[in-house]
């Protein structure tokens, strides 16, 4: 009944929106234009290869450059006397941002593949290697040539890669892993593109740009700017040229397809005496901006810039960009790159073999993985819209409009776009549309008039509309220095007005001041796409309102996305799922944030939680039907438990008693068995043990690794995973909890060493009740000044528990300037109850008289090194020990607790002296 509910009042929306607009005005693919477009530009492209020729017989010069690294330079025109080369942007590869929980076993429940899907193309500086693997693996090949390239590209076999790679080899996996792609390699494109366009291409990958200010082959560097325009900066990064407006007529044509390109890696390039004995700057000098070259000015088209990885989004801090990057804006002031996806050390299929990978960084495949993300998210919307593809401004509208916040400013900026892609958010917002509420609109503006829609925003969220539009190509300017005059050629605008009649404009920035925040206080006059957002609204009535300046060509067609707005009427949907701890996991951490997915339309939650139930029941045990308004609590956890949670969503209209999945999850396992051994042998390289964790990470961090091993292959260390890099340490190890007892002494013993000879480290360790760094105040034990050159060191603490529970130990590396430090075969022993009485499996007795030591030396220590230290582990007095004998050691010292120590051959025995 509820979802027929929704089904009417979905129709009855559907109705109201097409009266509203006046007129249907239904966008259609223009394939006679595209034919002659095809045509036309097949000519051209016959003319220029003329061109080409005469220049490369006359100069003696190769057309095409396959350089080491396997980036491709050729030579495509000869323009007033002066050849014009193309070149893969490859530094260069990226792998998706969150397309995984799209995938089969996703979060999103989706499990989109890009099966069947076949609307998916590529151009680049190449062949595809057709019969690797990764394209073979269902047993029919998924890729095709289309136009029948034959040399083999390592560079375009790594874009197909990223783009439907099979998963073959499991980190090689592409976006859409069982779609087809049709390949073409660089040759005659517009021609090409316009003619799959007629023929219903969807999107389209091209990680290539026209090289522009310095470019270097073979480690020649070379300047390809005009100085006679400037000597400062090469006139044609930022400027709308003929391939940017024959990508925009393509696309007016075509408003289903989608052209998705590298931004480029333009950013600081150049020699190292760029900018100096009348030389240009590097590139982008001197802050990096305006580096983006034609092609990647296409207003209808999406340049896609590289970032590093992002492993877990929690803020615009986890966005962080790569040093190569090219920036925006374009010479009128529009937003590029559009968004930004990972772009450093992705790994992909080679053509070499086919069993062959590589790994590359740069815009070459942080463009691949937002398009073959892309062909997922058109899938979906195929799925849920009867079969209907969305229109190339609805995908890029979507994308912007649910990409995650980046930079140092609110809103969009000429580095980072205007964000992270979020292909989870963008698919949850086609699953919304689908079922909830109209999320997304496509809709036509007739000269003269404006659109508006009354919408109720939710108030428990930011309040955000996104529109874009397909618009008519540009006006390609005389070659000169960054033009401002508009490209655009219908100016839309949008605006929201508030409940108390506050008006709310779209974010614009300044190409004069590219580092300065975007502004919100008037019409955006240059940008095909308008993003107002209001970050606190409260609950009521916003109207959005859709008008245009000046006179428009035709009737424009423009998408519309909004979301933050509360239509659905009913109780809220069930939680997705359980985010954090997974559901099903072992050794959680003890002081922990439960958190689930906001279930869609909930305003609060009844969470149950505890340890009983079993998972069948619901627990109770803990909170037994708290109301909670977020979806999150803190809570401190048992070791060596299993705990039960069920959400129940709530809002006005009631809460959903449907939703009964109980989810589960283990805390850790506590130290309680000793002797305790932890010599990292079965620990994953990179990892450290389950259950420990560790703090101020960073370029430097505590990890398992095979580089340096007291005995066996693996020891943890903490040191810059960068490089050999001078550091400052701050970074700590924490143990899994460990449960003593009070009355007993407990001996830890460890191996430990510095990174390299001639630099000092400093170390401590520490015991404390939580696992907080606050709770670490008083060392066990300090290890200052220790060199690599002396190698290995043993090093022991005894811990004498003041009351019986549960701890951790804490390994503190706080060198100021170091390389890093290393431990190795950490033992606990308990030692019994607090005495002189030793657990040693061998036989050594001491004891202390009189300003002497006796000690008795066992037989099969004959030839062992002695050595006497204090707590704090400094060796106080050393000498060789005779074996089957009683020795008299002079030792002077304070009164405590001492420990001596007896090694030989790889073996070791302690034993503590009390000095009274």
């Known amino acids: 009944m509820l979802l027929m509910k929704i089904y009417l009042r979905s129709i009855f929306l559907t109705m109201l929106i097409v009266l509203s607009a006046v007129c249907s005005h239904a966008q259609t693919t223009n394939v006679s234009a595209l034919q002659e477009f095809s045509r036309q530009k097949e000519r051209e492209y016959r003319e220029a290869q003329k061109r080409v020729q005469a220049y490369a017989r006359q100069h003696r010069v190769a057309v095409l450059d396959i350089q080491p690294n396997g980036n491709v330079i050729q030579m495509v025109d000869v323009v007033d006397g002066k050849p014009v080369y193309i070149s893969t942007d490859n530094v260069g590869a990226a792998i998706t941002t ?49 136009d029948n390239a034959t040399t083999l590209s390592d560079h375009a076999t790594h874009v197909a890669g990223t783009l439907v790679g099979g998963g073959v080899v499991a980190s090689a996996k592409g976006m859409a892993y069982k779609a087809t792609l049709k390949a073409n390699d660089w040759n005659n494109a517009e021609s090409e593109m316009a003619n799959l366009a007629a023929q219903g291409l969807e999107i389209s990958n ?8 310095w470019h270097s082959a073979s480690g020649v560097w070379t300047w390809y700017g005009d100085s006679t325009i400037s000597n400062q900066q090469d006139w044609k990064f930022g400027f709308y040229g003929n391939r940017s407006r024959d990508w925009d007529i393509i696309s007016n044509n075509a408003p289903y397809y989608l052209i998705v390109k590298s931004s480029g890696n333009d950013r600081g390039q150049g020699p190292s005496n760029a900018g100096t004995g009348g030389l240009p700057p590097v590139d982008g000098f001197p802050l990096g901006y305006d580096c983006i070259s034609d092609g990647g000015t296409a207003k209808n088209a999406m340049a896609i810039g590289a970032v590093n990885q992002v492993n877990n989004y929690t803020s615009p801090a986890s966005v962080v960009m790569s040093s190569f990057s090219s920036w925006g804006p374009t010479d009128d002031g529009r937003i590029k790159p559009d968004v930004v996806a990972k772009g450093v050390s992705t790994y992909s299929a080679g053509s070499n073999s086919n069993t062959h990978y590589s790994t590359k960084s740069g815009t070459s495949m942080s463009s691949p993985s937002a398009a073959g993300t892309m062909a997922l998210l058109q899938q979906h919307y195929q799925q849920t819209h009867s079969g209907q593809s969305m229109r190339s401004s609805t995908l890029r509208a979507l994308v912007i409009h649910t990409a995650d916040e980046a930079g140092t400013t609110p809103g969009p900026d000429y580095r980072f776009g205007w964000g992270l892609m979020n292909a989870q958010a963008a698919a949850e917002l086609i699953t919304q549309d689908d079922v909830i509420q109209n999320a997304i609109d496509e809709l036509v503006l007739q000269n003269g008039t404006s659109y508006t829609r009354q919408i109720q925003a939710s108030g428990t969220e930011p309040l955000k509309v996104t529109i874009a539009w397909i618009d008519p190509p540009g006006t390609v300017l005389p070659p000169q220095l960054n033009p401002r005059t508009p490209m655009l050629v219908n100016n839309l605008d949008l605006k929201i007005i508030g409940p108390d009649l506050t008006e709310y404009y779209p974010y614009s920035l300044d190409p004069e001041n590219p580092q300065a925040a975007a502004t919100t206080t008037g019409k955006n006059n240059v940008d095909n796409v308008e993003m107002v957002y209001v970050a606190n609204p409260v609950a009521g009535n916003y109207t959005i309102v859709v008008d245009h300046q000046g006179t428009l060509q035709q009737p424009q067609n423009f998408s519309l996305i909004v979301s933050g707005i509360n239509e659905y009427q009913g109780v809220p949907f069930c939680s997705p799922g359980l985010l954090s701890p997974e559901t099903g996991s072992q050794n959680n951490l003890l002081n922990i944030t439960v958190s689930w997915q906001p279930a869609p339309f909930a305003t609060s939650y009844l969470v149950f939680f505890g340890t009983d139930g079993q998972g069948v029941e619901t627990p109770v045990n803990v909170l037994n039907g708290v109301l909670m308004e977020a979806n999150s609590f803190d809570i401190a956890l048992q070791h060596s438990t299993t705990y039960y949670l069920k959400v129940v969503p709530i809002n006005d209209f009631g809460a959903n008693d449907a939703c009964s999945i109980i989810w589960t999850f283990n805390s850790v396992e506590a130290i309680n068995i000793f002797p305790y051994v932890m010599d990292f042998e079965q620990v994953a390289v990179s990892a450290i043990p389950s259950g420990w964790q560790q703090q101020s990470q960073g370029s430097a961090k505590w990890l398992t690794t095979s580089l340096i091993s007291h005995q066996g292959n693996r020891a943890i260390g903490c040191y810059n995973t960068t490089g050999l890099t001078l550091t400052a340490f701050d970074h700590w190890l924490i143990s899994q909890p460990i449960v003593l007892e009070a009355g007993k002494e407990y001996l830890l013993r460890f191996a430990y060493r510095a990174f390299l000879p001639g630099t000092t480290e400093q170390m401590s360790i520490y015991w404390g009740e939580s696992p907080e760094t606050a709770s670490f105040s008083q060392p066990l034990l300090s290890l200052n000044d220790f060199d690599g050159a002396t190698g290995w060191q043993w090093a022991e603490a005894l811990i004498i528990p003041g009351q019986s529970g549960m701890g951790y130990l804490a390994w503190h590396a706080h060198t100021p300037q170091g390389y890093g430090v290393f431990v190795d075969d950490i033992r606990i022993e308990d030692w019994g109850a607090v005495g002189l009485q030793s657990a040693s499996e061998i036989p050594v007795k001491a004891r202390y008289e009189s300003g002497k030591i006796q000690v008795f030396i066992p ?12 707590v704090g582990g400094r060796p106080l007095l050393q000498t060789n020990a005779q074996g089957a004998s009683k020795q008299e050691l002079p030792f002077s010292a304070p009164a405590g607790i001492y420990f001596l120590r007896l090694e030989q051959d790889g073996r070791a025995a302690s034993i503590r002296i009390l000095v009274k």
Not at 859 to 868: C, G, I, M, P
């Open 206 to 213: 091209h990680s290539y740009g026209w090289i522009t200010g």
């Open 859 to 870: 037989e099969n220590f004959s030839k062992a090194r002695l050595t006497v230290m204090d």
């Open 98 to 146: 969150r397309a995984f929980e799209l995938w089969e076993g996703g979060s999103t429940g989706l499990n989109l593949t890009g099966e069947g899907y076949d609307k998916l193309g590529e151009w680049d500086g190449g062949a595809v290697r057709l019969t690797h693997q990764e394209f073979t693996n269902s047993g029919q090949p998924r890729v095709s040539q289309s």
